[in-house]
């Protein structure tokens, strides 16, 4: 019989946090805080193709989760600083494993699937 901390079961709420760290923007963003604290901007522009409305929101939800801080500075105008903490550095671990394992295989997927079908 499935328990609480069984992510198989549909009760588990380990499935929200599988979720959080499965999303291709979540795992990018954790990945590019990796060297240190980043401001919005910076993010974006590592990211390619994140739209801010997106970026926001993923952002967000990884403060909410306890994956990143965010540092808002009493400057005018106000600065914002988006960092790691422990929990997001012990994530980006096995997510950091997952990127490099895709850059190194991508030539071993079929050339004949669109690969931004499965885009999310």
């Given at each position: 019989?499935?328990?609480?901390?069984?992510?198989?079961?549909?009760?588990?709420?380990?499935?929200?946090?599988?979720?959080?760290?499965?999303?291709?923007?979540?795992?990018?963003?954790?990945?590019?805080?990796?060297?240190?604290?980043?401001?919005?901007?910076?993010?974006?522009?590592?990211?390619?193709?994140?739209?801010?409305?997106?970026?926001?929101?993923?952002?967000?939800?990884?403060?909410?989760?306890?994956?990143?801080?965010?540092?808002?500075?009493?400057?005018?105008?106000?600065?914002?600083?988006?960092?790691?903490?422990p929990l997001g550095?012990?994530?980006?671990?096995?997510?950091?494993?997952?990127?490099?394992?895709?850059?190194?295989?991508?030539?071993?997927?079929?050339?004949?699937?669109?690969?931004?079908?499965?885009?999310?």
């Amino acid at each position: 019989m499935p328990t609480r901390d069984d992510v198989y079961a549909a009760c588990c709420p380990c499935r929200d946090m599988l979720d959080l760290l499965a999303n291709k923007w979540s795992a990018l963003a954790l990945g590019a805080l990796e060297p240190g604290p980043q401001r919005f901007g910076a993010l974006r522009s590592r990211l390619q193709g994140v739209s801010p409305k997106v970026l926001t929101a993923t952002l967000r939800r990884l403060e909410e989760h306890g994956l990143i801080e965010r540092e808002v500075f009493a400057e005018v105008p106000p600065r914002v600083v988006y960092s790691l903490t422990p929990l997001g550095r012990d994530a980006n671990g096995p997510l950091s494993l997952l990127r490099t394992w895709v850059e190194q295989n991508i030539g071993r997927f079929p050339q004949n699937h669109e690969m931004s079908d499965m885009s999310g």
